[in-house]
């Protein structure tokens, strides 16, 4: 610990002696200074020992000892140091009166040491503090690397709680703890999310001090991450602010957690290249190949039910898979899958669209649906097309059902799209197209300027004859006329498009542009 005046009252060779403020005697000293002006304020920062030997100073006017002591204190001064048998016999009655008053620690320090001396033992403690610290925090940094490459960061966390007497804790990407020492500290980092939110809107590296709400503890955030993203962060709580050794800690702490944090960008790579290599293999219908190449990083993966999904950036934003909202969005499904320890595989395509196989019913593809479900598309960065559940077998499948589930949402305005909803409800929706829209009304478009001039209501006749199923009686019914007009209203219809009523297909795009005109758009 720094130097305080109680251990230069106990100095053998100082031989001071303590005349008033014996209760402040633990008050670090800072350094030593030596000053004769009548007002030395204006040339201190606080934290000093003074010492004087009062040679323009009226040191036996108690009211002229009122006003020196009390800007000494108020300038931040922790103790006076008072020279007798130079200027004076003994310290003046009036400055021990004025030092009792204000609480001041005055030592009286005899003829024989010099100020140099104190000056010197000042100087030699706070190097050995200092030296203890680095020493310190040296040894809390091979101890923490020990701890992170034998356990990991959840070690790291714990170590370096332990070397501040506190608490800390470590976030990833999205803001969610992912370790915190001790146990109960994982409750108490919670509360600190929002500060952790703001602090990854800053470029890293970031930090910030808050307040507890409960317990006004200290707590410092610091960003983790080597490049201007923020990887998670780092939360230390303590009950004072951190000293020169726990300062070193957690400079340590930060440094081992953002190694373990941010892989090197060789081994992204590497990752993503054999991720794709996996996911090629699975399309082309070779998944035993993909099992073997996966291994144990993806294996477990391929052996259940997973889903693909495909996302891309909505809008005007940046769709370069390798940052941006994309980059954004994969960091948060990889977190989502870090904290409940399943494995996702996270390739971005040619196209600059993400690939993403995720486990049925597992945490990533929950947090997306959770995220995303509700969105519309204007109100989100990326657009997801997700699959049904499948198998390496059907994998190929499986990505053209999430190629269409997107699509569909980017007609629609919205920011995800589940494959399910296409298969079990109507193909009507999937109409409000404009290139659909645009092919109805061509194919209707000279029935309607027919019946415009007012010789035959022709479209509506179509229409009935098709709901009916070429039924002409009933259809016939249905508009209130007799079946004859109707035959003679679907000879004008193949007349004018010029094409039979007999062909199904025909029948086939006459109904479908019929629902499409009149089905309301969703764009």
Not at 98 to 116: G, H, N, S
Not at 156 to 165: P, S, T
Not at 233 to 239: D, N, S
């Amino acid at each position: 610990m720094p130097p305080t005046l109680a251990s230069l009252v106990q100095h053998s060779a100082l031989k001071l002696t303590v005349r008033a403020g014996e209760d402040r005697l633990e008050t670090p000293v800072r350094w030593a200074h030596v000053s004769e002006l009548a007002d030395p304020v204006p040339y201190l920062e606080g934290g000093e020992l003074l010492l004087v030997t009062a040679m323009t100073l009226d040191a036996e006017d108690p009211e002229a000892m009122r006003r020196y002591v009390r800007r000494l204190v108020a300038a931040g001064v922790v103790g006076l140091g008072f020279a007798v048998g130079v200027n004076y016999e003994d310290v003046p009655d009036a400055l021990v009166d004025a030092a009792k008053e204000e609480r001041l620690p005055l030592l009286a320090v005899p003829r024989r040491t010099p100020f140099i001396a104190i000056s010197k033992a000042v100087s030699a403690a706070i190097a050995a503090d200092q030296y203890r610290a680095v020493t310190a925090g040296f040894e809390a940094q091979r101890e923490m690397t020990r701890a992170a490459l034998a356990e990991g960061p959840a070690a790291v966390v714990a170590r370096l709680a332990a070397h501040v007497e506190g608490w800390a804790a470590l976030y990833d990407a999205s803001g969610a703890v992912v370790a915190a020492a001790p146990e109960w500290a994982a409750r108490r980092a919670a509360r600190f999310t929002a500060d952790v939110e703001r602090l990854r809107e800053r470029p890293a590296p970031a930090s910030a001090v808050v307040g507890g709400a409960e317990d006004d503890d200290r707590v410092e955030l610091q960003s983790l991450g080597s490049g201007r993203r923020v990887r998670g962060a780092l939360a230390v709580g303590t009950g004072a602010p951190l000293g020169t050794a726990e300062r070193y800690a957690v400079h340590s702490a930060v440094a081992l957690l953002t190694l373990s944090t941010e892989r090197s960008r060789s081994f992204q790579a590497a990752e993503q290249r054999l991720g794709a290599a996996v996911l090629r293999m699975l399309l082309a219908g070779q998944p035993d190949h993909a099992r073997a190449v996966a291994g144990d990083l993806y294996g477990g993966l391929l052996d259940a039910p997973f889903r693909l999904l495909i996302a891309e950036a909505s809008g005007e934003t940046d769709g370069d898979a390798g940052g941006g909202p994309l980059a954004e969005f994969a960091e948060s499904l990889e977190s989502a899958a870090a904290r409940a320890g399943e494995a996702v595989l996270v390739v971005p395509d040619t196209d600059g669209r993400l690939v993403v196989l995720a486990a049925d019913g597992g945490a990533v593809v929950a947090s997306c649906t959770a995220a995303y479900a509700d969105k519309a598309a204007e109100d989100a960065e990326t657009v997801v097309g997700l699959s049904a559940p499948t198998g390496p077998i059907a994998a190929a499948g499986a990505y053209k059902q999430a190629e269409q589930a997107m699509s569909v949402a980017r007609r629609r305005g919205r920011a995800l799209v589940e494959h399910e909803e296409l298969a079990t409800g109507s193909i009507l929706p999937l109409l409000a197209d404009d290139a659909v829209r645009a092919f109805a009304d061509g194919m209707l478009r000279a029935l309607h300027e027919h019946d415009a001039t007012g010789r035959g209501d022709l479209v509506a006749s179509l229409r009935a004859w098709l709901s009916r199923h070429g039924q002409w009686d009933a259809a016939a019914a249905d508009l209130g006329v007799h079946r004859h007009t109707l035959r003679y209203r679907m000879r004008r219809v193949e007349e004018i498009l010029g094409r039979s009523l007999d062909d199904p297909d025909v029948r086939m795009e006459l109904w479908l542009s019929l629902k499409t005109t009149s089905t309301p758009s969703t764009t």
